[in-house]
């Protein structure tokens, strides 16, 4: 037990315990005189480390394709179970960097289990990976931008080379739509400045161009793909 909580002190008695039934030889056919056999201590060890997801993805209005960089911002990524109701397994937040980069550590994931990858954003459209994602190794690496088809139900936007996120879910309720509108225009009739959901580009000013990203994505009618 010594040894796998050093490789990962925030585990749980009972996910420490988990750990040693899962790695023993007799995990899968357990019986009452050898009970689940003999623990696989270097296999214990591996399964307790924290599991690294290595995540890209950009942010439509946060993108600048000239540039090819992003306005570094927050974003939440939940893992979530690969069946209904698709509950939170780990949740993680982290901030996406100017190449549209993040790596994350999670506690409760485990190799070889399907799971759905989950990012909200403060003012982007809520996306999910387009199927079930593994860790291999205590590993996931997973690229939103490379194609659409990464995202479920193909719900990203091209800009320029990359894939992003739809801007524009000011009020986080998977539509982008006229309350958004609403909210911005009346944040830009403010004049309103600083770290603001209603700021579509992140140049810290509510303004024309923000309404710009909402107005042609409502347009679109364009609301959050999820299993």
């Not at 599991?51 to 306005?71: H, P, R, V």
């Not at 179970?81 to 409760?108: A, C, F, M, R």
Request: glycine share 6%; with cysteine.
């Amino acid at each position: 037990c010594a040894m796998i909580l050093s490789a990962n002190p925030n585990l749980t008695p009972m996910q420490v315990r988990e750990i040693l039934y899962m790695t023993a030889d007799r995990y899968n056919s357990p019986d009452r005189f050898y009970g689940y056999g003999i623990i696989d201590t270097w296999e214990a060890i591996k399964l307790a480390l924290p599991k690294s997801l290595n995540l890209t993805a950009m942010i439509e209005g946060f993108y600048d394709a000239n540039s090819n960089t992003m306005i570094a911002d927050t974003v939440t990524v939940n893992i979530r179970s690969s069946s209904s109701p698709y509950n939170i397994i780990d949740q993680e937040i982290g901030v996406l960097n100017s190449n549209g980069t993040l790596t994350l550590e999670y506690e409760n994931a485990s190799n070889g289990v399907n799971y759905y990858l989950q990012i909200l954003h403060r003012n982007a459209l809520e996306t999910w990976s387009k199927n079930t994602q593994m860790f291999n190794s205590n590993v996931l690496n997973y690229n939103f931008t490379s194609a659409a088809i990464m995202a479920f139900g193909d719900n990203l936007i091209l800009k320029g080379s990359k894939w992003v996120f739809y801007s524009g879910d000011v009020n986080s309720d998977k539509s982008i739509d006229l309350a958004d509108l609403s909210i911005i225009d009346n944040d830009a009739n403010n004049f309103l400045t600083g770290y603001n959901d209603s700021d579509l580009n992140g140049d810290g000013l509510t303004d024309i161009a923000d309404l710009l990203y909402a107005d042609n994505n409502a347009s679109n009618f364009v609301v959050a793909a999820t299993p």
